[in-house]
């Protein structure tokens, strides 16, 4: 009996890892059809229609509206994680009612956010004006940080301790 109990705990637990980090019921909304350049060349085309994007913090201000983060967007993996930070389609705005403290939401986090495209911002990006979509976000998910371990040069076994640095 204690066995079947186990193992019951371990598949929920595998399963429950493999899970999306955005509700089903909010994903059954997206417009599945909708690509983010699609979006980007006609933003205002497309307003009201929900999607799903993810990608890395750029930049992050509280304002009177909540707090508004531009994101540098990548696709996303089977669970909604950002992936290849290296490839891109452009950058976009999300922006969230409620306070979000920017110490938490900053630059290289990844992020991901489901929400309505709401209007578009062009804005100077550099030396060029940028036109951002802006989605008015209902769920989003910030992700753990990565860690990386460096040991120096050579063979070594790692014993469970080390030096890290916090992407």
């Known amino acids: 009996m204690r066995k079947y109990l186990v193992l019951a705990v371990l598949v929920a637990l ?50 009177r509206e909540g707090t508004q983060i531009e994101v540098f967007q ?8 950002p992936k290849d930070i290296d490839v891109s389609q452009g950058r976009f705005f999300v922006l969230h009612p409620e306070y979000l403290d920017c110490s938490i939401y900053r630059k290289g986090r990844k992020i991901t956010v489901i929400g309505e ?3 578009q911002k062009t804005l100077p990006l550099d030396e060029i004006e940028y036109t951002y979509p802006l989605i ?32």
């Open 74 to 81: 990548t696709a996303l993996g089977s669970r909604g994680k």
């Open 136 to 167: 008015s976000a209902t769920e989003i998910h910030l992700w753990e940080r990565e860690r990386v371990y460096w040991a120096g040069p050579g063979w070594h076994f790692h014993l469970g301790f080390g030096f890290y640095h916090e992407l």
């Open 117 to 119: 495209i709401s209007v």
């Open 14 to 63: 595998m399963m429950t890892g493999c899970a999306h980090v955005i509700s089903e019921e909010m994903r059954r909304q997206v417009a599945q059809e909708l690509t983010f350049r699609e979006v980007t060349r006609e933003p205002i085309k497309y307003q009201g229609k929900f999607v799903l994007w993810g990608g890395v913090i750029v930049k992050c201000t509280n304002t």
